[in-house]
């Protein structure tokens, strides 16, 4: 039921920016684009959502195309413990479902 | 800061035995969740409840019960536990109405022999 595709795996360098792309092609107007992440063994950290607009916290940047059909995740200086998947959901109309699907494996290397 | 906390982060268990997993968050949300997470299988909802003493099944309740007594505290309970209920359970919570962010717990990786 995963209504988005991600690559398998990226590396990044570490200090440079890592720019994650998902597409969702099929998004409906009132879904969202949320990115979490999980480390290893441990429980997804959210990291940020957004609608239409781009979106940026302390974390992360969410840059959303015009027609929604796809975004990128930017964390702007990657860090050695920014390895881990990433996930990109879009979230279907039952609010309480989450589809996480595969994600992204991010390793950053020194 | 969200802080949802789970009792457990390694569980061992014995087929047939009941299990009980416990999770409390501090933010006052009204929404709680139980997901099991498998590689190759993502995450999938177990059971949710959007009120206390309230609950509704989510894709695969099998096997499972919950409880929630209180606001902050949503548990798990395996009737009787068996091999194929070996995952990493993980919690979450967020606040009443759709669209909500869920914020997750650090997760129980459970092992039943």
């Known amino acids: 039921d995963a209504k988005t595709t991600q690559p398998t795996s990226m590396d990044c360098a570490e200090g440079r920016a890592a720019n994650l792309p998902c597409n969702h092609s099929?998004?409906?107007?009132?879904?969202?684009v949320y990115w979490y992440r999980q480390i290893h063994s441990q429980g997804p950290q959210y990291i940020i959502h957004?609608?239409?607009n781009n979106e940026t916290n302390e974390m992360a940047s969410l840059i959303i195309t015009e027609d929604r059909k796809s975004s990128t995740l930017i964390l702007p200086h990657a860090t050695l413990r920014d390895t881990a998947v990433y996930y990109c959901?879009?979230?279907?109309?039952?609010?309480?479902?989450?589809?996480f699907g595969s994600g992204t494996k991010l390793n950053v290397k020194p | 800061d969200v802080k949802v906390t789970q009792s457990s982060r390694y569980l061992v268990k014995r087929t047939g035995e009941k299990v009980f997993l416990e999770c409390v968050q501090d933010?006052?949300?009204?929404?709680m969740f139980w997901y099991r997470q498998d590689p190759g299988l993502g995450l999938r909802l177990i059971y949710f409840s959007y009120d206390v003493k309230m609950k509704e099944k989510g894709d695969i309740p099998e096997g499972y019960s919950v409880s929630r007594e209180k606001k902050e505290r949503f548990s798990l309970i395996l009737e009787s536990a068996s091999t194929n209920q070996t995952s990493m359970y993980l919690c979450a919570s967020s606040l009443s109405g759709f669209q909500e962010t869920q914020y997750f717990g650090p997760g129980t990786r459970l092992l039943v022999l």
């Open positions: 959901i879009v979230r279907v109309i039952d609010f309480n479902k989450f589809y």
């Open positions: 099929t998004i409906s107007g009132n879904e969202y």
């Open positions: 933010m006052d949300h009204e929404n």
């Open positions: 957004g609608l239409k």
